[in-house]
């Protein structure tokens, strides 16, 4: 195909916040005489879950000078505009209402959009360079409106509307756009200017989150590029929706959407790190490492992306399990965690795939591979199902990057370096045994032993006897109450049977474990439990009796299963040690130690 000339030219302007409504409008200045077509990607970049945007497209139209052309729907995300002289524009009407990070959003205080949820791309020009209006919405109350975004500027001024520009479509949707009013502080990190920009009621120290993220990101820029050397990027932008619940993060090349709880963010006057402040930071710490591994080392099946189907890899363990371990581990390799608490995020991880029985079900590799129908479709039984390739994936790596400090041939650290020399800088993709050759070639022998039963097969790793050479000691207990996440001793005496169920506060039951107590009663996900022995249940009487009966004990439960009264027996088993504790182990070896502070930091 010859190459394109003219850049495809885009507009985007809010033209009803209080109905959620974008204009976009798409131009070609020499269609295709056929005919040009037109096609919308079904996926996001970095969510692996065919979204089919198309379905927020309220109204599309085709115009060219002469008046209006004809436009015939293909598929469910393709339109073809009948042959005609350019330039050809198509405009549409898009609903954006999803107040998540990988879709779009307008209302009368703010809009947001990743470019994927909104812009079109012509057939045959996903090369072309893109020129991009960003329009402000009419009307004197968003007068004070200003842009957020790393999209090079092409005549727009710094934080505005106005002329924006990219190299092609993919750079296109890989910069998403925040409009509104926002808190915007700045920071340097690799010679790098870094913005803040937050959005949503909120009264937040961000000088003290700009202070942790400089350091986050110094560390993490000096892992893959070395002590002094500038970040892979021009300029660095974080986006985050502060609301009253929420929690998620998506990558992009230059930038990151997050949304977090509004008591994440560090409150002024606080000097203390809260567990909160941590999950914001350990988000902000994932996606900032994702502008290494996924967005430039990236899986050969994403090279290029197709965004019309699933992109089917077995290596999503890598590039999120990996990234899932340095987000934390990045806390306390720059200082901003000390490493007990380090120690106690970990034993968190820990926490949660020991919960998980779905682990024995799937292996990482294959959790990959359906990340599509499973990972991100979870329903009732994903516990007992599926296997995360974030939580298990981390504590592979984990488990890889302790194999090879113990064997002293280097360390995960090195095979991130080699990843991004060899992949990240040339783009070149990373084959399906990419991730498992250069391990073998770090350790100096053969490790098919350890992808075979961990990444491929459904093992646990043997963390407990390999922390132990690092000075780490693991303790698992069974959790006390609906609350524990595990990293904490035991403050409370320990309950002494188990129902095998996760029943929320208001007795609702959310998930029955497989092969369990609440299994062999004939409990079911979604069950709302009314009495437990003749009395009204609560999950304060739930906690006493378990924490008083011995296993064996038989309890009558009453439930209702939609409208029908149900009657059952439960007999209460041994609960399960899930719930993991480490600590600096004080016996250890004077190398042990020496081990843990080359891994942590001192
Ligand atoms: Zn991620």
Redesign the pocket.
Known sequence: MSSVRTPTRYRIQPIAPHAHLFEVACTVDDPDPQGQRFRLPAWVP?SYLIREFARHFVRVRAESPTGAVELVKETKDTWRAAGCTGPLSLIAHVYAYDLSVRAAYLDAQRAYFNGAAVFLCPEGRANAACELIVAAPEGSQFAQWRVATTLPSNGAPAYGFGRYRADSYDALIDHPVEMGHFALTSFEAGGTPHDIVVTGRQQADLPRLARDLARICNWQIELFDGVGARAPFDRYLFQIAAVAEGYG???HRSSTSLICRRGDLPARGVTAVTDDYLTLLGLAS??Y??SWN?KRIKPAAFVPYDLGREGYTRLLWA??GI??YY?DLALARSGVVDPPRYLELLARTITTVLRSPGRFQQSLADSSFDAWIKFYRQDENTPNAVVSY?AKGALVALALDLLLRREGSGSLDDLMRLLWSRHGRTGTGVAEDGIERIACEIAGRDLSDFFARYVHGTEDPPLAAWLADFGVTVTLRPAQGLTDRGGKPASDPLPQSALDARIATDMKVHVVYSGGAAERAGLAAGDQIVAIDGLKSSTDGLRVLLDRSPPGTRVEIHAFRRDELLQCTAELTTPRADTCVLAVATDATEAAHARRKEWLGA
């Open positions: 970095g993060g998506l990558e994932h996606e490492f994702h996924v590039f999120e990234t899932s987000d974030y």
